[in-house]
């Protein structure tokens, strides 16, 4: 099946620093990206659509100018948490859509931790 | 607005059958996914419908019913390994970019 990475799988920051994670679909092209986020024991929450050569688009309540995603190629996406706060320490996971099957294969996740 | 609904925890012993419901009511339809979480780990896709009927794929079988907004996963043959979070989701249609809404996710535990 398709394969997606992510970078790094876990990461520790100081409050008030900037995380960036990428996300790569490594044997197929993704024009579609997805964020996602996920606290413990609850479901997926959609942050961000992430379309390659387009601005990303924010579900509500998401601060786009805190989240920011680029999608520079059909394969790679990124999310910068700029000015991370502890409150922001969650489990984040992206997913690439196939073209043609359009189904969604989802990257191993990125733990980060704000301390 | 989009509701997925399925239960929370469901348990099962060894080698049993179990099936997992899911009912939805979306603005939009364009297809159901069924993906397997284990604890501290990304989402793995078990199965996708969207036509009406039963998928089978080895020990795993996905039904759905357009009409009556519901689906269900059935496990058969069931191991300590299937115990995990079972996501039911919903791709809405072309307004919504094709994203998926998820349900909560049913805790599954196996016992021996």
């Known amino acids: 099946g398709a394969v997606v990475s992510q970078h790094p799988s876990w990461v520790i920051c100081k409050s008030g620093t900037s995380v960036k994670i990428e996300c790569r679909s490594l044997?197929?092209?993704?024009?579609?990206m997805f964020w996602y986020r996920q606290f413990p024991k609850q479901s997926l929450m959609l942050m961000a659509t992430s379309n390659e050569g387009s601005k990303a688009t924010y579900e509500q309540g998401v601060e786009k100018d805190k989240f920011l995603i680029n999608h520079a190629s059909l394969t790679l996406s990124t999310l910068t948490v700029t000015s991370a706060h502890p409150e922001d320490s969650s489990f984040y996971i992206c997913?690439?859509?196939?073209?043609?099957?359009?189904?969604?294969?989802f990257g191993p996740g990125t733990r980060l931790t704000v301390l | 607005g989009q509701n997925i609904d399925q239960p929370t925890e469901m348990t099962a012993t060894e080698g049993a059958i179990v099936q997992i419901n899911c009912t939805y009511q979306?603005?939009?339809?364009?297809?159901l996914f069924w993906y397997q979480q284990h604890a501290g780990e990304a989402p793995t896709f078990l199965s996708y419908n969207v036509l009406d009927g039963l998928e089978e794929k080895g020990r795993f079988s996905s039904f759905l019913s357009r009409s009556k907004g519901y689906s269900y996963l059935l496990l058969k043959e069931l191991q300590m390994k299937d115990s995990a979070s079972y996501l039911c989701?919903?791709?809405?249609?072309?307004?919504?970019?094709?994203?998926?809404?998820f349900g909560r996710g049913t805790q599954l535990t196996v016992w021996p």
């Open positions: 997913s690439a859509r196939e073209s043609g099957t359009d189904t969604q294969y």
């Open positions: 989701a919903v791709r809405g249609g072309r307004s919504t970019l094709g994203r998926l809404y």
């Open positions: 044997d197929f092209q993704a024009t579609t």
């Open positions: 979306t603005s939009g339809f364009n297809g």
